[in-house]
Nanobody, 129 residues
Framework: QVHLVESGGGLVQAGGSLRLSCVASGRTFKWSVMGWFRQAPGQERAYVAAITPNDGMTEYADYADSVKGRFIISRDNAKNTVYLQMNSLNPEDTAVYYC???????????????????WGQGTQVTVSS
């Protein structure tokens, strides 16, 4: 019932930046935990970042160790959109990036794929050396 559409992927050189966007349908967006995952060829889908609802200015963002200091997750409830700003990209960041949501209220960071009920189609990020 919840639809997520990612965009913003592409081909960049190492050290470059990309900003991914994920637009969500539905009126539950502002109460939902939003996450970003990525999946490289032959690998399992891995956690990248997540952000909690921001009602009352209590929004909390979390990042995998591999992207801390380089990626920034944010959300714009007015646009039903979550973003992933990716800086200092390296070839290890090459993957299909997926946004996901719990679809319902959440008050903590969820790290596992099975904790998210809805997924976007993915957007390819390729970082060349």
């Amino acid at each position: 019932q919840v639809h997520l559409v990612e965009s913003g992927g592409g081909l960049v050189q190492a050290g470059g930046s990309l900003r991914l966007s994920c637009v969500a349908s539905g009126r539950t967006f502002k109460w939902s935990v939003m996450g970003w995952f990525r999946q490289a060829p032959g690998q399992e889908r891995a956690y990248v970042a997540a952000i909690t609802p921001n009602d009352g200015m209590t929004e909390y963002a979390d990042y995998a160790d591999s992207v801390k200091g380089r990626f920034i997750i944010s959300r714009d409830n007015a646009k039903n959109t979550v973003y992933l700003q990716m800086n200092s990209l390296n070839p290890e960041d090459t993957a299909v990036y997926y946004c996901a949501t719990t679809g319902t209220y959440g008050n903590r960071i969820y790290y596992s794929t099975h904790e998210y009920d809805y997924w976007g189609q993915g957007t390819q990020v390729t970082v060349s050396s």
